[in-house]
């Protein structure tokens, strides 16, 4: 059984930055593909980006390139969401995912941001 566990969310003002964390457990952590997408009130989920198993690779929306950083700590089993120059527009839940493990794609419970303009 997968658990995907995320924490880090926060009110922060426009400009100011985050980290997210998700801490992984049920899977090996440096195989798989994983990622985080996010869900405005009343709008569906998006992607946010993704990461390879080794972290050689990641693939960000153009919403927040060159803004957000994914990254991976292998002795922790957690991935991270640096997140910096925070817009309004970037209040969301945020959701750890991983697309593909045991033929079934597994979510986190999320965790809330809040920019204040």
């Known amino acids: 059984q997968v658990q995907l566990v995320e924490s880090g969310g926060g009110l922060v003002q426009a400009g100011g930055s985050l980290r997210l964390s998700c801490a992984a457990s049920g899977l090996t952590f440096s195989t798989y593909i994983m990622g985080w997408f996010r869900q405005a009130s009343g709008k569906e989920r998006e992607f946010v980006v993704f990461?390879?198993?080794?972290?050689?690779?990641?693939y960000y929306a153009d919403s927040v390139k060159g803004r957000f950083t994914a990254s991976r700590n292998y002795a922790r089993n957690t991935l991270y969401l640096q997140m910096s120059s925070l817009k309004p527009e970037d209040t969301a839940r945020y959701y750890c995912?991983?697309?593909?493990?045991?033929?079934?794609?597994?979510w986190g419970q999320g965790t809330q941001v809040t920019v204040s303009s």
């Open positions: 990461i390879t198993g080794t972290g050689d690779n990641t």
């Open positions: 995912h991983v697309p593909y493990y045991r033929g079934s794609e597994w």
